[in-house]
């Protein structure tokens, strides 16, 4: 029997990121149907039962809708956000028949199929459900909410005091709900300055700060199976601009290593940009690169800025802080050191689009070949032929 009430309380629940590329592929690619699956990097050992309640709470899901007070929200906050995606957005609502949990034994698998439009919505609830039941279920208890909100507090003054700006980036790998609620509450009643924003739109509605975040991985992964991994980097970037014409201008860059993307972030799409996003290697060597082709490009990198998003704790922030400032603009997502602090070990899971299928086209294989090789995602076959296209070493 399904659960009657959404454990999540809203569709915009979410990050932003998925509803900003959800409009650019209700526009561009309609047609197109995609794949994904969870990914265990934690080797977590679930619970007896655990695909059961993930279950009743996916079902639970298709109850959600937009309501009209948040299409206000969207629309008064988002002006990018066009009239037309924000209607088929009122109208939208989860199919869970899209989702398919399978439990064995300790393991967990979880599958999405269906219309890329449509399944675009489902990985970062479904993370932040398998992270929410997982604690429930083996019955692990975190620190009360006085404490949540006393970590938070001393967090985010040390940021103030380093003079940065941060944002949430924690939904997927939250410990709760009701967790990052308190944390994002603790940001924006203390964070003065520093605190810009949460990746949550939800979470950004409801203390009335901004939404943040552009794209992610999986629009450059279908972008290489439409078009080719030597077209991928240019194509994602051509289209995200024909879609925001200037908004939304942080790209990420190591989908296929940034060296890759660095070759074809030319100077038009250097100045079209606002910046972009740090997600794996070493976030110092990622700088020294991006100030160089700045520079290479006559572009003055202080003009610019780095988002920082590759598992940040403070310690790493002082680091990456001394050496950018006055040399390029940087900015900071902290995602599970924020929302998951909690006295109790943070899941390590993903959820990856494995295939897509463009235009009614066969089914294909996508890949990422990020800045450390230890996150290559996919088919080995398949990240063998994106490696020689592309002459990774």
């Known amino acids: 029997m399904a659960a009657t009430t959404s454990i999540l309380p809203s569709i915009l629940d979410n990050d932003f990121y998925k509803f900003t590329m959800q409009q650019c592929v209700v526009n561009l690619f309609p047609k197109a149907k995609a794949r994904y699956q969870f990914i265990n990097r934690g080797k977590h050992i679930f619970p007896a039962g ?22 206000y929200y969207l629309a008064a906050t988002c002006p990018y956000l066009q009239p037309t995606y924000l209607d088929f957005l009122q109208g939208y609502c989860y199919d869970p028949l899209e989702v398919t949990i399978i439990q064995e034994e300790g393991n967990v698998l979880v599958t999405i199929e269906g219309y890329w439009y449509r399944t675009i919505l489902w990985e970062v609830p479904l993370l932040a459900l398998i992270s929410e039941l997982f604690y429930k279920l083996h019955n692990m208890h975190r620190v009360d909410d006085e404490k949540v909100k006393s970590i938070t507090q001393d967090k985010i003054k040390k940021y103030n005091q380093l003079n940065v700006t941060v944002a949430d980036f924690g939904t997927r790998r939250r410990h709760s709900y009701a967790v990052q609620k308190l944390v994002v509450e603790t940001l924006k009643e203390f964070g003065g300055k520093s605190f810009v924003g949460s990746s949550n739109v939800h979470l950004a509605m409801v203390n009335q700060t901004k939404p943040i975040g552009t794209h992610a991985h999986e629009w450059f992964m279908f972008h290489a199976a439409k078009y080719g991994f030597k077209m991928a980097n240019a194509m994602s970037l051509q289209h995200w601009v024909d879609v925001y014409r200037g908004d939304l201008g942080i790209a990420l860059s190591d989908t296929y290593t940034t060296e890759v993307f660095f070759t074809q972030f030319d100077k038009m799409f250097a100045k079209l940009f606002d910046g972009v996003r740090h997600d794996s290697s070493d976030a110092i060597e990622f700088a020294e690169k991006t100030i160089r082709h700045y520079k290479s490009l006559g572009i003055d990198p202080l003009s610019k800025t780095i988002t920082f998003s590759d598992a940040l704790n403070y310690d790493k922030v002082v680091k990456i802080a001394d050496y950018c400032r006055g040399k390029i603009g940087m900015s900071f997502g902290i995602g599970t050191n924020l929302t998951n602090d909690v ?32 996150k290559y995602t996919g088919n080995a076959d398949m990240i063998q032929q994106a490696k020689e296209v592309l002459k990774i070493d």
Not at 346 to 362: G, H, Q, R, S, Y
């Open 343 to 374: 006295g109790l070990k943070p899941m390590n899971i993903v959820i990856k689009l494995t295939e897509a299928c463009p235009e009614n086209e066969e089914w294909i294989a996508v890949v990422k070949l990020s800045d450390e090789k230890g």
């Open 50 to 71: 655990f695909a059961e309640a993930l279950r009743d709470a996916v079902d639970a899901m298709a109850a959600l809708k937009l309501t009209r007070d948040e299409k």
